[in-house]
């Protein structure tokens, strides 16, 4: 059974489906900070802001961000992808990674397609209930006291690594979030 680790990305928050997030550049120097609104007309990437990486959705690569938890991942684990947009949390997917390439001090996370799921939309938030399904130190009153950070205390500022049963569980409750997605989409187009 995999290893499972959910870490964070960023997304494009004048998007309707999920786009890697776009950031602020200063001074040349690339930050972590978001770009909430639309980009002015003047602005030009690579001077006044930049794309974010990963994930790597066309390539299924994971390469850039969170160097620490790449090194720490091998072979056989996944990697679960959370995200805020328009201020709620989402799942957008998980990469089940099938080789780990290049530098072994920064290495590339190549994903099996097959074996890995994108939720293109934002259709069900990250509830509490789940959350403490998959933290067991997130209970009730914990979780009442660290909201609204809730998200970075219990699944992590940069990862948070998942048993082999809870590995298996949020992937069946991604699967089923994109069983009903692609309902909702079928139903939509007549």
């Known amino acids: 059974m995999p290893r499972g680790y959910i870490t964070y990305c960023f997304s494009d928050w004048n998007e309707k489906t999920f ?3 776009v950031m602020l550049m200063r001074n040349g120097v690339r930050t972590d ?3 909430r ?8 990437e690579g001077t006044h802001y930049y794309t974010k990486p990963d994930p790597d959705f066309k390539k299924w690569t994971y ?9 720490r991942m091998e072979p056989g684990d996944v990697l679960f992808l959370r995200t805020m947009w328009r201020s709620q949390e989402y799942f957008v997917g998980y990469f089940f990674i099938k080789e780990k390439t290049g530098d072994p001090a920064d290495p590339i996370l190549v994903a099996d397609k097959n074996r890995s799921l994108f ?3 934002f259709d069900t938030p990250i509830s509490s209930g789940l959350i403490m399904k998959l933290n067991p130190s997130a209970t009730k009153e914990r979780a009442a006291k660290y909201h609204p950070n809730i998200f970075a205390q219990f699944l992590g500022r940069e990862s ?7 590995t ?4 069946r409750h991604l699967h089923n979030l994109s069983r ?11």
Do not use: Y
């Open 33 to 35: 900070t978001a770009i």
């Open 37 to 44: 609104h639309i980009i002015p007309d003047h602005w030009r």
């Open 168 to 171: 298996a569980f949020l992937m």
């Open 19 to 21: 786009s890697n997030g």
């Open 119 to 121: 939720l293109l939309h």
């Open 63 to 71: 390469s850039r961000c969170h160097k620490r938890l790449r090194r």
């Open 160 to 166: 948070l690594g998942l048993n082999e049963r809870r």
């Open 180 to 190: 009903r997605q692609s309902v909702k989409a079928k139903s939509a187009t007549g």
